[in-house]
């Protein structure tokens, strides 16, 4: 057993600004927090710990959590994004070949090494700015084949870098070309050839997917849950990106962990999410990206008092971004959430949305030491600021992963 007392910190323990404890301590036990408070409160028992670090009165708070990526993909769709800027709309890129399937054959084509090293840039990149848990989604591949090897990929980058990955199973993202006109025959090769051998080899975490007029219809996802829900596998949804498909409502029948995206939604989705306890992901890089104009029901989803999740949506047609705390900028920005709001929203929020609201996303007794300092003088910054590193030290399961002070 190994006891370390973080001393000298001020302590916002939920994210929350109105939360925040000045002269804190922080009490590790190996990998967990036993103790958080102020710091003449410290009980007697942790006063001759293994190790003291002084986090020189920084603010604290817990490490970033990035629950909607797709960040094992090959290559880019710089190219695509030019043509959008010339006036293509994204459903007309994906309507000719283009879109989700161009980077299907580019994933396809890659080695596993060459993928790993790809998405390890992007991966490193939202680690450097305090995201100690991510999800990845697999569907860049839509074949058994590409599919495992982007799943392995995601389970080998947990094992390279300090960080807890959660994996998503979204083989129903697109329909891949050789299937084309035969989409039911896809989700059953989705649901019962790909979903039960990547489960059984221990590759999935949940199962997505993406519920749109240009990806499956109603009937199609409730199919992908029903396989999914048959192997005891959590779900979620892209829904009501581009149009009310009254996905939602669908997933929250099958107690989605989340709901993504969401401009679409309507109250009726929303009183569903409600009641079934799933979270709305809000992607405000992807809403950018495509300068969408239809903002998601931020104060339906407030009045029902649903919880609301920040997710960079890394991915290279919608989302080419690395920055969770750009997107803390954005939500407010462009979604008009409130510092406590974003802020919640990459760190309990987006725990619950991976359906870990007790191990990490808040700092609390028994929680995992997840945390992180930075060099600010009030929290409203990790929101304000368009690119400034900001973290000083991160901490994961209780051990330094990243140490920016400068020595003394
Ligand atoms: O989350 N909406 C569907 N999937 C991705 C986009 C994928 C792509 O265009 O490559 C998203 O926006
Ligand atoms: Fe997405």
């Known amino acids: 057993m190994s006891l370390t007392v973080w001393k000298n910190l001020r302590l916002a323990p939920t994210a929350n600004p109105s939360e925040m404890i000045a002269d804190a301590c922080?009490?590790?036990?190996?990998?967990?927090?036993?103790?958080?408070?102020?710091?003449?409160?410290?009980?007697?028992?942790?006063?001759?710990?293994?190790?003291?670090?002084?986090?020189?009165?920084?603010?604290?708070?817990?490490?970033?959590?990035?629950?909607?990526?797709?960040?094992?993909?090959?290559?880019?769709?710089?190219?695509?994004?030019?043509?959008?800027?010339?006036?293509?709309?994204?459903?007309?890129?994906?309507?000719?070949?283009?879109?989700?399937?161009?980077?299907?054959?580019?994933?396809?084509?890659?080695?596993?090494?060459?993928?790993?090293?790809?998405?390890?840039?992007?991966?490193?990149?939202?680690?450097?700015?305090?995201?100690?848990?991510?999800?990845?989604?697999?569907?860049?591949?839509?074949?058994?084949?590409?599919?495992?090897?982007?799943?392995?990929?995601?389970?080998?980058?947990?094992?390279?870098?300090?960080?807890?990955?959660?994996?998503?199973?979204?083989?129903?993202?697109?329909?891949?070309?050789?299937?084309?006109?035969?989409?039911?025959?896809?989700?059953?090769?989705?649901?019962q050839t790909m979903m039960p051998k990547l489960a059984a080899e221990g590759l999935i975490d949940a199962v997505d997917v993406f519920c749109e007029h240009i990806a499956f219809n109603l009937e199609q996802s409730e199919r992908v849950f029903q396989a999914a829900h048959a192997l005891g596998l959590p779900v979620k949804m892209h829904a009501e990106q581009m149009s009310n498909m009254g996905g939602s409502v669908l997933a929250s029948s099958y107690r989605a962990l989340s709901t993504d995206h969401l401009e679409y939604l309507d109250e009726a989705g929303i009183k569903a999410m409600k009641a079934a306890g799933t979270v709305a992901v809000l992607l405000p890089g992807a809403y950018y990206f495509l300068r969408e104009t239809q903002l998601p029901p931020v104060d339906l989803l407030r009045k029902h008092g649903v919880p609301i999740a920040i997710s960079t949506d890394s991915n290279p047609g919608t989302s080419p971004c690395t920055s969770l705390l750009l997107m803390l900028n954005m939500g407010s920005t462009l979604f008009r959430l409130s510092v406590p709001e974003v802020l919640a929203g990459v760190t309990q929020h987006?725990?619950?949305?991976?359906?870990?609201?007790?191990?990490?996303?808040?700092?609390?007794?028994?929680?995992?030491?997840?945390?992180?300092?930075?060099?600010i003088e009030d929290l409203s910054e990790l929101v304000y600021w368009m690119g400034l590193p900001r973290c000083a030290v991160v901490v994961r399961h209780g051990a330094i992963s990243i140490d920016n002070r400068k020595p003394e």
């Open 350 to 375: 987006a725990a619950k949305a991976l359906g870990h609201p007790n191990v990490t996303g808040q700092l609390a007794v028994n929680h995992k030491a997840d945390f992180v300092a930075w060099d």
């Open 26 to 191: 922080l009490v590790v036990e190996n990998d967990r927090i036993a103790w958080l408070g102020a710091a003449a409160d410290l009980p007697s028992k942790y006063q001759q710990p293994d190790k003291t670090h002084d986090l020189g009165g920084r603010i604290v708070t817990p490490g970033l959590v990035d629950c909607h990526t797709h960040l094992v993909y090959g290559s880019n769709r710089a190219r695509e994004f030019a043509m959008r800027l010339a006036g293509a709309s994204y459903t007309e890129i994906a309507q000719q070949g283009g879109g989700i399937v161009s980077t299907v054959n580019a994933t396809r084509t890659l080695s596993e090494d060459q993928l790993y090293e790809q998405a390890l840039r992007r991966l490193d990149a939202l680690m450097a700015e305090g995201v100690t848990a991510i999800e990845i989604k697999s569907g860049y591949g839509l074949d058994l084949e590409t599919e495992a090897k982007a799943l392995r990929v995601a389970r080998r980058l947990a094992q390279a870098r300090p960080v807890t990955i959660s994996t998503t199973f979204l083989g129903a993202h697109a329909l891949p070309h050789e299937y084309a006109g035969r989409a039911d025959d896809y989700i059953d090769l989705v649901c």
